[in-house]
């Protein structure tokens, strides 16, 4: 379906920076069985059978119920490292040594003071996601999606964005998309951002129900922070680690989910800053 375009141009197709994209590397192999004879038994001589037969085989140590590696959440995922994590007073990471930014390598600041609202028009702010959840995860990698209704490429990564959600929430993994206009280039409203959620999408219905926060920026204050960049365009996709560092960027292309994968993998493993 065709989709109204902001005024000033299409920014939907722009570029796309990848700074520290880790490429997947697929191992490929087959391994052949050809068809076994029974294995010969080596002899043992009777004395050392009698000995085994007499010894018995000793009963497998009780090691009780299954063993919880985490801290109690029932994830079996454990604590990070409080002596790693930088936080403020307000519990939101600090600038660290390159300061807050939108580029990778920077620290993305708090939305605090800004009007970023939720479907239900609750203004909403990332500190909470730098908190411990209500299952009692710490978040190891946040990703935040900035998109509009209007966008081509924000709807097609929007579709595949809840499979993965899927796979990473419980590996201490959040999602954020912040959209900022809707349909038709105007200010996002409350009933708009619920359509967005639910699949009600303009001109057609999708199976889609979005179970991560979706925000609406309905002054834009926010949203032009990350969209100042004349060669900027949406959808932007910016990965945090747990100390709020920007390690992955990506703008003006629908984000590969593969890649996604990818680099939250590499964040999970090394959840406080780049390695």
Known sequence: MPHPQPQGGDHCYTRRRNIGVARPVVVGGFATRAANPKPAVPAISQRLALFMLTIGCAPPPDLGDAIDTGSG??????????????????????????????????????????????????????????????DGVQNRAILVNIGAGWCGPCQEETLELPEIYAEYRDRGVEFVQVMFQDWASQAPTTGFCDDWRTGRWEGASVDLSLTFPVFIDQIGDWTSIHLQDPAAATPINMLLDANANIRFESEGIKLDADVLRTQLDLVITAPYEAP
């Not at 800004?114 to 239900?120: I, T, V």
């Open 73 to 134: 959440t029932g994830s079996g995922l454990p604590d990070l490292d409080a002596t790693r994590l930088d936080r403020q007073s307000d519990g939101y990471p600090g600038p660290g040594p390159a300061g807050y930014g939108s580029s990778v390598g920077a620290r993305l600041d708090n939305s605090d003071g800004f009007q970023l609202k939720d479907c239900g028009g609750t203004v909403r702010d990332f500190v909470e996601f730098f908190a411990r959840r209500e």
